[in-house]
């Protein structure tokens, strides 16, 4: 008998994306992993940021992305290719499991033809700048006439309302309006070369795709739509709370940290055997400190009675790194995660990407979901990162190439005639080739 399986909960939803770089996108990603139906809506005319760095990058350009490790809009194989726009990196991570359809929201047959959208959807996910939805006219109070049971997901740097409503920003500006930057990183590192990690973008992304499902379970019980405003600022500072508890009630500003804590010691990276391989092992109290000493052999260094209390480590955490550091690099850092791990101390080894790619633990898990792509060939793409009991049954599509549902969502959703599509694309209304 075959296993039990569910259906996705969110498979009779339909959402509209408007989006552009990271937020937005991740979000609607995140709803078509419930199940979600989700259309992006694109321009031939002003490509939306996300389907790589210019239209048609050069060698050379690509060559000095390569060089320089970039990983935002690398290309397979580091080939551009004929329509580089369908080939992007990152544009293939949110661009799995949607739909496209390409139509200008500068033209009136535009506008129509999106408002028509909206009538057959539940939910429109938005992050774009929020002077650029004031001046096409895309403001909560003028698309609900449109459709009253709309829930509108609008997602920006520093949110809707407020003095900042109109300041322009990405992930990483948000980051420093929340205070996350001062905390991150080492102190005896510049701010100037911290890492461009999306973390605003993500607890953004994560923040949104909760409201819009609360939404619509708040539309279930009502029947009103809803507007979810969304500050990846906000998000930001909401994952902040001991460092502003701590501003607040000592009125103390925190420094960064780097891979030290503030509780625990020893706590950090630690070199291994190999090139730049690395071990994180974390002692979160005596009985760890114990257990870390048993495994290492109990040097006579971890008997000196200042390190035999919490707070004597915390103390000379220097020292502690020191001799972790000159044990751990002549061992292999798999072996010693499983060593310390088996005397119940918490370690892992610090994987690069090539090593979560090939990991067997994710592999057993699942995570990565082999698709085929037209234009890119057959990959791994990431997966869901949460699974189900009984798990659920779900076919994911490759990812969208740039309107390449235009016929579909035209005609068949909303049912134009085949005389006014073709007009449409006689006048370059609607295509599938960015217009230069």
Known sequence: MPPATFALPLRNVRVVELTTVWAGPFTSSLLADWGAEVIRVESTRNLLGGRGPVLAPNAAMVNSL?????????????????????????????????????????????????????????????????????????????????????????????????KAKQARGLGAEAEAHAGFTALRGHSEVDLLFKDN???????????????????????????????????????????????????????????????????????????????????????RNDGDWRNLCEAIGHPAWTRAQALQSAFGRLRNRQTIDEHLADWTRSHDAHALMSLLQGCGVPAGVLMNERDVVESPHIAERGFFLPLRHRETGSHLYPGTFWKSTPPVTRIVRAPCELGEDNDWVYKNLLGALESTYAGLLRRKLVGTTPQS
């Open 66 to 162: 390569r060089a320089g490790g970039e990983f935002y809009f690398a290309y397979p194989n580091w080939e551009a290719g004929e329509r580089p726009w369908n080939r992007c990196v990152v544009f293939q991570v949110h661009g799995k499991d949607k739909r496209s359809v390409t139509l200008e929201l500068t033209e009136p047959e535009g506008m129509s033809a999106f408002e028509d959208l909206l009538l057959t959807c539940d939910m429109l996910v938005v992050n774009l700048a929020p002077d650029s939805l004031d001046a096409l006219g895309l403001t909560y109070e003028r698309l609900r006439r449109v459709k009253p049971d709309l829930i509108m997901v609008r997602i920006a740097a520093f949110g809707h309302t407020g």
């Open 197 to 283: 990690v999306a973390f605003a973008d993500a607890a953004g992304s994560m923040s949104a795709a909760l409201g819009a499902i609360s939404a619509l379970v708040q539309r279930a019980q009502d029947g009103k739509g809803q507007l979810i405003d969304i500050s990846l600022s906000d998000a930001v500072v909401s994952l902040l709370a001991p460092a502003l508890l701590d501003a607040a009630m000592n009125n103390r500003a925190q420094t960064p940290l780097g891979n030290a804590h503030s509780a625990m010691a020893p706590h950090g990276c630690y070199p291994c055997k190999g090139d730049d391989r690395w071990l994180f092992i974390a002692v």
